[in-house]
């Protein structure tokens, strides 16, 4: 101790000793607490002190019996701090040698950072992808939740099946026949983390097969060969004609496994012909090969009832899935793949070991949502606010960009854009989008060549985005087009 009374460290040095305020101030608070837990408070202020830098490696603390004193504790306390975190290789000590800061702990490098997939810094987001969030139906969903997590048994806090509760599976299958059409029987229903994680096991039981590689359509959704490669498998691009997926060079690629997004085809917005389809499946039986069909929005049709799944025609060679995503919200990470009988019991077991199944709370008030009107009721609302907006954006494009040619059906999340050649070259035209930070995603980025005619393509999300903020975006897209503000 020091003649003022304060406890003393010092660093590893050796030299002349100087006060430091943080060898004892930090640890006031622990001394104050309760008697019942104030010795781990105390360990727990001194491993905070050590992990933010506050305590240097290096430091030497005050003897057991000065620290005690000056904390008004017993000496007891402080030396079972230090006895914890020595063993926990914060400190370090040896006989007649003093306690020191160990030198294996790094200070903490701050605080969380959030690396969500978010726009930061732009003042419009056309790119596709994202529902509009606001919609997400708030009272009813903490309405549901109230009223399932009162009911549940304590039984069903427990770990659930990797598949998924029974109760999502059976709503889940009740509401994919009715408006999908697709055969769906819950026992081969798995509950997953988005289609995100329904396409990765997809992966890893087909290469358990022995497959290496898999089909993807050109273009397409770019995350599907990235989630394959965390899988083992690689990808092939295969080429669109306006019916859907060319089955010429599908059979000589040799793959024996295809992605295809038949109702709503993304990102060209087409929906896949009824000949096209059929062809695919033969394909299918021919080859013994599977088809997985990513059904990512295809309650989403404006203009008409949406064309059925293609599972719905064949469940032993389709593999089905889809999520809440676009209707409810991404942040729910809830998702459904239907497999063919032949791989549900790979599929579960690979299921299990990856995360021994989804949270069983969320599923439930899930079951109970759709099982009540609830979800029918959110994709109405979500129907009228896209339809909508997807008029405002295309009347906007017409006023602002005249002779924009707009492709696909008036279905899902987005469309295709094709500007006319005085609006490119595309480069500089999305150059010149950033200078305004409007953010935008050209049709290349899906895989797609660029136009021989030099016009613009863009994929243009919407339902993101208000009436209003779709009209002013669009306004300031052409304005720096022209080079004014």
């Keep these: 101790m020091t003649s003022s009374g304060t406890s003393s460290v010092s660093g590893s040095g050796g030299g002349a000793q100087e006060s430091v305020s943080a060898a004892w101030e930090l640890l006031l608070p622990a001394a104050s607490a309760p008697a019942r837990g104030r010795g781990r408070a105390l360990q727990s202020a001194l491993r905070e002190a050590v992990r933010s830098g506050r305590l240097v490696p290096g430091t030497r603390l005050p003897s057991s019996r000065a620290l005690a004193a000056d904390l008004g504790v017993s000496r007891g306390l402080v030396t079972e701090a230090y006895e914890q975190l020595t063993a926990e290789s914060y400190l370090r000590s040896g006989r007649g040698a003093g306690t020191w800061v160990s ?284 339809r909508e907006r997807r008029d405002v954006l295309t009347t906007a494009l017409a006023e602002h960009f005249p002779g924009t040619q707009v492709s696909g059906i008036a279905a899902g999340l987005h469309i295709i854009a094709r500007l006319p050649e005085r609006y490119g070259p595309e480069a500089e035209f999305i150059a010149r989008a950033e200078e305004d930070r409007i953010a935008l995603r050209p049709l290349s980025d899906c895989g797609a060549t660029r136009s021989d005619d030099g016009s613009v393509g863009l994929v243009l999300g919407y339902a993101h985005l208000s009436p209003a903020d779709i009209v002013h975006g669009v306004q300031r897209l052409a304005a720096a087009c022209r080079g004014t503000r």
């Excluded at 109230?146 to 509760?165: I, N, Q």
């Excluded at 992966?203 to 995350?223: K, N, Q, Y």
């Excluded at 024996?256 to 109702?263: C, F, N, S, W």
């Excluded at 009832?305 to 899935?321: M, S």
Aim: aromatic share 6%; with cysteine.
């Design 103 to 386: 030198g294996s702990v790094r200070a903490a490098a701050g605080g969380a950072r959030d690396r969500a997939p978010r726009a930061r810094g732009t003042r419009i987001d056309f790119r596709p992808g994202t529902p509009d969030l606001s919609l997400f139906p708030r009272s009813a969903w903490a309405a549901t939740y109230r009223s399932v997590l009162g009911r549940l048994p304590h039984s069903a806090l427990g770990y659930p099946d990797p598949r998924g509760l029974p109760e999502l599976r059976d709503a889940l299958a009740a509401l994919l026949t009715r408006r999908r059409g697709v055969v769906a029987d819950p026992e081969r229903l798995l509950v997953c983390s988005g289609v995100a994680q329904a396409t990765t096991l997809l992966g890893f039981v087909l290469r358990g097969h022995g497959l290496r590689t898999v089909g993807v359509e050109d273009p397409g959704s770019p995350e599907h060969a990235s989630l394959f490669a965390s899988a083992g498998l690689t990808t092939t691009r295969l080429p669109l004609d306006a019916e859907g997926l060319e089955v010429g060079p599908l059979v000589s690629s040799g793959v024996r496994a295809v992605v295809t997004t038949p109702a709503h085809q993304f990102p060209t917005g087409i929906a896949y012909s009824a000949a096209r389809r059929s062809r695919l499946l033969d394909w299918a039986r021919e080859t013994d090969g599977l088809i997985m069909e990513d059904d990512y929005d295809g309650d989403f049709r404006y203009d008409r009832a949406p064309v059925g799944a293609l599972q719905g025609l064949d469940p032993e060679r389709v593999a089905y899935t889809g999520s809440v995503s676009k209707s409810l919200a991404p942040g729910l990470r809830l998702g459904w793949l239907l497999a063919p009988a032949s791989l549900t019991d790979e599929l579960t077991d690979r299921k299990r070991t990856m995360d021994l199944g989804n949270p069983a709370v969320d599923q439930a008030v899930l079951a109970d949502f759709i099982a009540r009107g609830g979800y029918d009721r959110q994709l109405r609302r979500c129907q009228r606010a896209y």
